[in-house]
C-alpha cells in the first residue's frame, strides 16, 4: 500500500490559516477593486490555470560531479505518478504529466493510463531520448543519433522516436518533444550544414508517422552536452526547421537554454507573430542551463514572458495555445516541494499577467511614454497575488499552504520507508 | 525666475488620492500585522532612506550612435540644481547631489554651495573626468590619463583629480570617486602590469592628496570605452588596488559594470567582508553598460543587493556605511522623471530588504532548507511596500505620485521657455 | 591639389624587402609541396580576393563617452575616397566602397561615381540612415524609425530608404543595407509584435521600390541603441524578415552583433543552407559591438567563418556569393592602416580556408575522427600565408608591406596639412 | 604484462618522417634567421618545457547527460600511470602526474611513486575531493563541504584535505590544490558572508597542516555545481582568501572557470602583478567550464596568456614559477590523443610567446602605436612553431607526430584487451 496524503488532512490543515488567508483575500480585494479590477474574476481564472509535471523532475537532479540523492525517491514510473498526483493534489494547477522513455517504459501503458486517470492526472507530451544509450541498445549515440553519419545509427534514432509516438497515443498524449544533444566538441568535428541536412532528413520521417492530431515540438539548446556547436542550437534553427517540417512542427522554448543576456520574452513574441509557438519548459537560471526552480532567480523575467502570453491570447485568441511545462533540476531541494512552490510560481506570472492594465498600457506605448508603460507592467507586477493564487486552491480542494501542508504530512517520510534505495544506484557523478 | 513647483500645488495634487492610498496603506498594516511587522516602523525607516542624484542625470543621456535632446534640458549647474530639487521635493529622498568636473565646474563654488543648501540640496562625492578632452587642455588623454605612458600627461591627470578634491571641499563634498576609462583596444598596447603600476603610482599621489576626512572611490567597469583590456575592470583589481591605496580607499560598485552573468550581491558581500565597500551607482542593465533606470530590468537583484546591505548593517552596525548613488543615462524618458521613479525604486528595495524575516532565514539557513530560505526573501520581495513609500513621502511634504504630480505642474514646459537649447549642440552621435 | 602616394614610390619601398620576401615565399612553397600543395594557385586565389571598405571607416571612431580625433581626417566624401583609394593602392583588396547616407550624399553623384572610377573604385551596397536625426529633418527618429508609431516617422524613414536606392543606383550600386537602431529601452514600451509588424510593412515598401538586381540586406544586433528590446536583434529575426519580404531580401552577418558565447560560423552555415546569406560586416570583438579590427581578438573564429564560406562555394557554387565588407571603429589608430591590416587579416582567413585539405576533412568527419577533423583544420590556420598574401599584393602593384610604405609616404602629414580641422567639430562624446 | 610502446618502434615511426621534418625545419630555420631569430634556441627552450598530466583525464568523461566510454579505459591509478607515461613518452613534456583523491588513493604509496619514477613520471600537486560523496564516507557534502553549516562535515572535509597532504607528501608532490563545489542554488540558501567566513576558517586549519617547502591552490570557478552563488567564484574572491592565508596560498587559473567575456590574461597579468599566480588548469571553453582540449577553440587566448607567463619571467625571473597542468573532459576522442595534441598546444603557445620581439613591443607601447603592438604580437603567434616543437621531441626521443605514432603502436587495442569494462560502470549521466 502506497501512502498518499488524506484529503481530510489537507482541508484540516487548511482549517488552521484559513482566517488569516480570508483577511489577506480582503485586503487584496479592497487594493484591486479601488484599480477598478474584480478579485473573483482573477481567482477564477487562476483555477483554469494549468502546468503540466516532468515524470524525472520527482527525482532528485545532479551535475557531472554528483548527485547527492535525497530519500524516499520513486524507483520507477508508478512511484513518479504517486509523487505527481501529491503535486497536484496540493497545488490543483498540475494534471499533466509528461514521461520520458525510455526512462518511463512500462510493459503495460493502458495500466499506467488508468491509473494515472485515476489519481485525475493524464499525459501531456511525451519525450525521447536519444541523448544516452540505452541497456542494450544495438548501436551508440556517442557521435549523435538523429544527426549521425552512420545511417543505421540515425534510423535507430528514427525508430526510438516513432516508438514514442507509438506509446503516447496508447498513453493519450498528443505531442513529442524531441530535444537531441547532438552536436559537435571541435571545429571541424561537424560539417555544420551536413549535420542538419541529416537532422531534417531524419525529422522528416518521424514526422511522417505522427498522428494527425499530433504536433512535435522540436527544442533547441545552446550548449550541452554537446560544446562547441549544437546542431539545434537557437531558435532560429528551431524555426527553420519548423517551418521545413510543416504545420504540425512546432518550437518549444526552454528558459534555460540561451546565450547569456538574451531577451526570451522576444523570441516568444516572435515565434508567436509567426505562427511556430508550441510551448515551454519552465525554469530558472543564472549562468547556463541551471534548470533551478521557476522565478527563483529572475522573477520578473517570468512575469514579461506570461506577458508576451497574454498579448498572444489578446490576439489570437483560442488558436494561441502553447504547452507549459516545468523541467527543472532539483539538487538540493525535496522534488515535490519544488515543483509545488515551481507550478504557483509560472500560476503568479500568468495571473499578474493577466493584472496589467491593457488600455492604460496601449496608451501609453502609443504616446511613446516609456516610463508609463514600464510602470504599468510594474503595477501588475509588484502586486502580491499570493492570496488569489491560495484562494482557487482551497477552493479547488487543494492546500492554502501546499509546502506546509506537505511537511505536516510526512509523505516524505512515509516513502523513505515504502521505497528503500535501489542497490547500485550511484551518486558519483561524471567528472 | 526660475520656476519651481509650489509646495501648495503637491498638497493639493497629493488630496486628490489621500484617501486611496490611506485605505491601501491600511490594507498593508493589516497584511503585515498578519506577519508580526509594524508598518509604522517600516515607513519610519522609509523616511530616513537617501539615494544621491548624479548632476549629469537630469540631461538626457544617449550612444555613440545619437543623442535625441530633450526639451528644456538644464544648459549649466545652476539648472540642474533646480532639477534635482524638484527631484528631492517630490520624493524626499534624494537630498545628495554628485557633481562632475569639469562639466559642474562654476567660478563661485561658494554660492553655489549656498544656493543648493538653499533647495534643501547637499554636496555628495565629486567625481573627475580623464575620460574626455576638456576645452584648452593641452595634453590629449586619448591613449590613458592616470595609467598613460607619458609622465606628463599623468601629472595632468592627477592635478585634476587634486583640482576636484579642493573644489569638493568648497562645496562640502567629503569624498572623489574615480572611474576612468583607460585601457587598451588592441592585445600588445598595453603592458597589461605596467599600466596597472602606473595607475598605482598616480592614485598615489591624489590618494596623498585627501583631506583627513575624504574617501577615495574606484570604479571599476569591464569594457568600454577601452574595449581589450580596460585597466581598472572588475572588482578584484579595484579591491586590490584599494588595498594597495589605504584605509582612505574604498570600491564603488555600479550595477551596469560587470562580466555577463555575474552575481553581483556576491560582490558586494565580499566586498561589505574584507571592509573595502565604498558605494554604489545604482542603475539597471540587459546587456552591457546599458544605464536603464534602477530596478527595471531585474528589480529582484536589485532586492538581493539590498539584502546584503541589510546584513552588513547588522553584522557591523554603523561603520557599515556605504554611500549610494543613481547613475543612470535617460535616452527615451524624462530625465527628471526617471530620476524620481529610480529614486523609489531603490528605496522600494531598502524597505523590501527590511521586510525579510531574517531569523527565519537564519534558521532556515542553519537547517539547508534551501527552499524556505529562498522563500522567506521571496515573501519580503513580493510585498507590494508602494504604500509604505507613498506615505513616507506625503508625510515628509513629497508626493503620493511624484510623476503625475510633476507632470501635472508642468515643469517641462516652463523649463522649455526657460532654456532655450544651446546653439550648435548636437544630437549626431560619434559612430 | 590633394596628395597620393606615388607609384614609383611603393615600387621603390617593396624593392628594399623583395630579396625577404621571395625567400620567405621559395620557403613557404617547400613546406606547402611537402604537403602536396601548390603555392602559385593560392596565390592567384589571394589576388581574386576582394573586400569593400565602409565610407565612414576612414574617420577616427569614438564611444558615447569621448571621440580623439587623429590629423588630417576627411572632412567630406571625395576626402573620404582618397583614403579608401590609398588603402586599396597598398592592399590590392579594397576595390568597393560602401556609403552611408546621409554622410555621403553630395550635389552630384555622377561627379562622384567617375572619380571614384578614376580611382580604381567602384560603390558597393548603400547604407541608410535613420538611427540619427539629420540636419533639417521634419520628424525625429528618438522613438523609432521603420517601426515608429507615428506613421508620419515611418513614411519619412521609408522616403530617406528609397532615396538612397536612387541615389545607389546612380552610383552603380547593386544593394541597400538596412540597419535601423530601432527597439526599446524599458519592457513595456513597445507591444512587441507590433513593433514587428510595422517594421514588415515599412520594409515592404521598400522592397517594392528595389531594382531588379538589386538586393535589400537585413542587418541585425543585439543592442545598442536601445538596450532591452532592439526590434531585428537576432538572426532568427532576420530570417523570418527577409523570408517574409521575398527572394531580393538577405540577411547581413556583422560579426560584433551577437549575444555573448554565440556560434557565428553556424549562423553562417544556417543562412547560407537555407539561401539567405546576404554578406557580411567584418570586425572583432571581446565585449559587444566593439568594432575592433578584424582577426585581432580571435582570428581562429575569423578563419571558421571563412571555411563555411569555402564549404558555401564548394556546394552551390557561383550561386553562393555573399557580399565582404570590413565595418569598424578605428579610436586608436590611424584608420588608413587599421583598414589596411584589417582587409589583409579578412583575406588571410580567405587563404587559410582555401588551404584545408577537405578530402581529409571529409573522411575525418566520416569516421567520427574528432581529433583529426580538428587539427586538419589547425593545421590550415597555423600556416603562416602572409607571403602568399604579400606576393599577390607585389604582383598587383600593392605594397609588400602596406604599413609600412604607408608610413614612409607620410601619406597622413600631408592630409594633416590638407585637412585643417573643421571648426565646432566636438570630440566630447555623449554620456 | 601491459603492453607499453617499444622505443624502437618510436624511432622507426620517427624515420619515416624525419627527411620532411628536416626540410619543414630548415625552412622555418631561415624565416627565422631573416628576422633575426636562432632557431635552435628556441627548440632547446621547448625542449625544456613541460605541463603536468591529470590522472583522471586518461578516462573517457561525460556530461550530466550521459557519459559514452571508450575502449580500454584505465581501471586504476596504475593504469592510469601506463597511460600518462604513454603521453610522456610520445610528447616529452608531461612529466608530471597531479593524482586526486579518493579515485587515486593506493594502500601503498611508496610503490605507486617507484613505478611511476621508473616510468620517468614524478607526481605534482595533488587534488582533494570533498565535491562527491566518497564510499562509506560518514557525512554527506550535499550541503556543502568547507563551508557546510554542520561542523561535523567541517571536519570531516578538513581531515580528507589534510590526509591529501599527507599522502602526497610520500608521493613526492610539493602542492596541494582545493577546488570545492561548495555553494548556494537559491538566493538566501547561504549567508554569502557566513559561507565565506566558514570557509577561511577551514582552510586555515589546512594551511597550518602544510609542510614548509608546500604551496595551498585556490582554485575557483564561476558555476557548476552551485548554480546561483558559488562560494569561490572569481579571482577576486581567491585572491583574497589567498591573501587573507599567507604566503603558502596561491591562487589557481582554470581557463574555463569566469564569466563570459572575461579577459583573462589580465587576471594572470594582475596575479603575477600581486604576487599570488600559482598555477594553471589548461583547457579551452565556449560556453563553460566546457573542458575543452586547449587551444581548440580560441588559440589566440592561449598565446596571450603565454605572453604574459614571458612577461612574469621578463620581470621577476626564477622567482616567477606557476604550475602548469591540463585540465579537460575527453568526451568524444580517445583521452591519451588529447591529451598529447593540447599538452603540445600549450608548448606551442609558450614558443610563440617567446618568439615576441619584446624590444619592438616595448617600443610600440612607448609610443602609443596600438597598430604596430598589436602587429608585433600575432607575427609571433603567425609563426607556425610545430617544426621547432617536432624537433625537440625526436631530439628528447619522443614521436615526430605523437599522434601517428600513437595510433601506428595499436596500443588503444592493446588496452582493451587488458582491460576489459568494469561490471556495473555507468554511462547513463545524472539529468
Known sequence: MTYLIPRDFVAQENARSL????ADYDALAGVLQRRGRDIEALTTQAGGFSVALPSWGVGTGGTRFARFPGQGEPRNVFEKIDDCATVHQLTRVTPGVSL???WD???DPRA????????GLHFDSVNSNTFQNAAGQPLSYKYGSLTAQDAAVRAQAIAHNIDCVELGNTLGSKGLTVWLGDGANFPGQHNLRGALERYLSSMREIYAALPSDWLIYIEHKLFEPAFYATTIADWGTSFACATELGPKAKCLVDLGHHAPNTNIEMI???LAQFGKLGGFHF????????DLDSGSINPFQLFLVFNELRDGVARDGAAFNPTYMLDQSHNVTDPVESLMSSAIEVQRAYIQAALVDTDALAHHQQEN????AAQTLKQAFRTDVGPILAMARVRAGGAADPVACYRASTYRDHKAKE????AGASGSGIV
Chains 1, 2, 3, 4 share one sequence.
Open 100 to 102: 520520458h522513455f525510455p
Open 19 to 22: 482566517a488569516q488567508l480570508q
Open 268 to 270: 516568444v513574441a516572435r
Open 112 to 119: 499506467l493510463r488508468e491509473i494515472a486517470n485515476a489519481r
Open 283 to 290: 525554469n530558472d537560471s543564472k549562468y547556463g542551463d541551471d
Open 105 to 107: 517504459r512500462t510493459q
Open 369 to 372: 511614454d516609456a516610463l508609463m
Open 419 to 422: 521505497r528503500p534505495p535501489v
